[in-house]
């Protein structure tokens, strides 16, 4: 696809001189003898000068490496697939850097992605997606030397990792500042896509805060730099030098490049990378509602001048935004002072925050303004079955659960369960749904993954879940076969 671009901008380019040189030429061949004898006057051109894209890639290019990772994984397709634009069908999904695969799928992998380093005792940043449940991470530098790397720690939500290397004095990127980014800008990427080291493409920003499915804690910026298989975790340059995002996901039909590119800001990265040093976790900060966009008819409906801000749909209950009296149908204007355009633009930005500070919120209701303070929660972090021992046997009814937070508890009055986070395959079919929580198997309780698999052992082809979906207790029959 690369020599097809270079082939038809080389022929666009001669197009342009071909026609340029034909007007001088037409005048000299038509002109009547006085105009061939008249002065040629030079025809003056302005020409635009690229950016000096090779400074950038000869003064940062050592700094980005190649990973190699070998382990296995078990994949799960998700099962709820967020609302597309029209005219897009199921292949246009975002999609990581990689074939998608069938659930319950175990396999053995050797993978490849990129990186950079930022610390020049071995501190590396590169995509979670990259090292996940790898067993060996390989790190190969430029100049061809080799190290076994430590994976320090995973972020998933944000699709950040950060490795170890034992080595000094290695080269850095220089850090820039996403939010100076503009729509238009030149950017570059440095990565391996297909596993070609230290390959460069370029392109503009595209757009700002782009919000993804599932990824609601991750304002993207949209580009159009070439990014294939390989490339995940390089990256993405402005035209001083400077490193502002990760280079994480793509829009595809067919799994490589179609000229939409999404990276994660480097100062969101950057603030994960200090946490997973210095506690090997992430926390995030939690207010507790549900939101979603203001269009001009709902402007209309409350008063607002234009279409803006965030609309409260659902306070949890006992949440912080509950204890600070925000009410469902309010609509949030403006957090700390800094305005909230569209709801996508809120989670990041909350998440963010550090659990027990204070949020200040100026929200629109009843026709006028009020000021709100939330003390911001924690935000729990599930770790989905999958990474439990024993869930094999949970391949037969296609769920990936967890226990019951104590707030959870707390909040929904049930004692005992196990959250659905993602269905698949029987319990997909059965009508299981992320969010109902399992209470029971054939009428025996359940409040771990242990036990559930224990009682699938002893069970037949069909099984009957006991289910709590919102308020209400329904037996759901599955065939498992």
């Given at each position: 696809m690369q020599t097809t671009r270079l082939r038809r901008s080389a022929t666009a380019l001669a197009v342009i001189l071909a026609v340029g040189g034909s007007y001088t030429l037409g005048r000299s061949a038509i002109g009547d003898a006085h105009a061939a004898s008249a002065t040629v006057l030079p025809v003056a051109t302005s020409v635009a000068a690229l950016p000096d894209f090779r400074a950038i890639a000869e003064r940062l290019g050592p700094a980005v490496v190649n990973i190699a990772v070998e382990g296995t994984v078990r994949t799960a397709a998700r099962s709820q697939i967020p609302q597309l634009p029209p005219g897009l069908e199921l292949p246009d999904f975002f999609k990581r850097f990689g074939p998608m695969q069938p659930h319950g799928a175990e396999r053995s992998?050797?993978?490849?992605?990129?990186?950079?380093?930022?610390?020049?005792?071995?501190?590396?940043?590169?995509?979670?997606?990259?090292?996940?449940?790898?067993?060996?991470?390989?790190?190969?530098?430029?100049?061809?030397?080799?190290?076994?790397?430590?994976?320090?720690?995973?972020?998933?939500?944000?699709?950040?990792?950060?490795?170890?290397?034992?080595?000094?004095?290695?080269?850095?990127?220089?850090?820039?500042?996403?939010?100076?980014?503009?729509?238009?800008?030149?950017?570059?990427a440095i990565g391996s896509p297909f596993g070609f080291e230290n390959s460069v493409t370029a392109g503009i920003v595209s757009a700002k805060s782009r919000s993804l499915p599932d990824e609601g804690y991750v304002p993207f910026i949209q580009t159009d730099v070439a990014i294939n298989p390989g490339n995940s975790g390089g990256p993405l340059i402005n035209m001083a030098g400077e490193v502002i995002g990760i280079n994480s996901q793509i829009y595809s039909r067919s799994g490589g490049y179609q000229g939409l590119?999404?990276?994660?800001?480097?100062?969101?990265?950057?603030?994960?990378?200090?946490?997973?040093?210095?506690?090997?976790?992430?926390?995030?900060?939690?207010?507790?509602?549900?939101?979603?966009?203001?269009?001009?008819?709902?402007?209309?409906s409350f008063g607002l001048d234009s279409a803006r801000g965030a609309l409260v749909t659902q306070v949890e209950?006992?949440?912080?935004?509950?204890?600070?009296?925000?009410?469902?149908?309010?609509?949030?204007?403006e957090l700390d002072g800094t305005a909230v355009a569209r709801s996508a633009e809120l989670p990041p930005r909350v998440a963010a925050m550090t659990p027990g500070s204070e949020a200040r919120l100026k929200v629109w209701r009843d026709g006028k303004t009020v000021d709100l303070a939330v003390e911001v929660g924690r935000l729990e972090s599930p770790s989905l079955a999958g990474a439990s021992p024993g869930d094999a046997d949970q391949a037969r009814l296609g769920l990936a659960l967890r226990p019951l937070t104590d707030d959870e508890r707390r909040r929904s009055g049930i004692e005992e369960g196990l959250l659905v986070l993602e269905a698949d395959g029987p319990a997909s079919r059965a009508g299981i749904r992320p969010g109902d929580v399992v209470l029971a198997l054939n009428g025996r309780a359940v409040d771990d993954v242990a036990e559930l698999k224990r009682l699938l052992d002893g069970a037949g082809k069909h099984v009957a879940l006991l289910v709590q979906r919102n308020d209400a207790r329904i037996f759901v029959p599955v065939e498992i076969g």
């Open positions: 992998v050797r993978g490849q992605g990129s990186g950079f380093i930022v610390s020049s005792d071995g501190v590396i940043l590169t995509n979670a997606h990259v090292v996940d449940n790898a067993t060996s991470v390989t790190v190969r530098l430029t100049d061809r030397r080799e190290f076994t790397a430590r994976v320090v720690g995973i972020d998933k939500p944000s699709d950040v990792a950060v490795l170890k290397i034992d080595a000094e004095d290695l080269p850095t990127v220089p850090i820039g500042n996403p939010d100076s980014a503009r729509v238009g800008d030149w950017v570059l590119s999404f990276a994660i800001p480097i100062d969101v990265a950057d603030g994960i990378k200090d946490q997973l040093l210095a506690d090997g976790s992430v926390t995030r900060g939690r207010m507790g509602v549900g939101i979603q966009d203001v269009n001009q008819a709902l402007a209309e209950k006992d949440s912080p935004a509950e204890r600070a009296g925000l009410r469902s149908g309010d609509v949030i204007l």
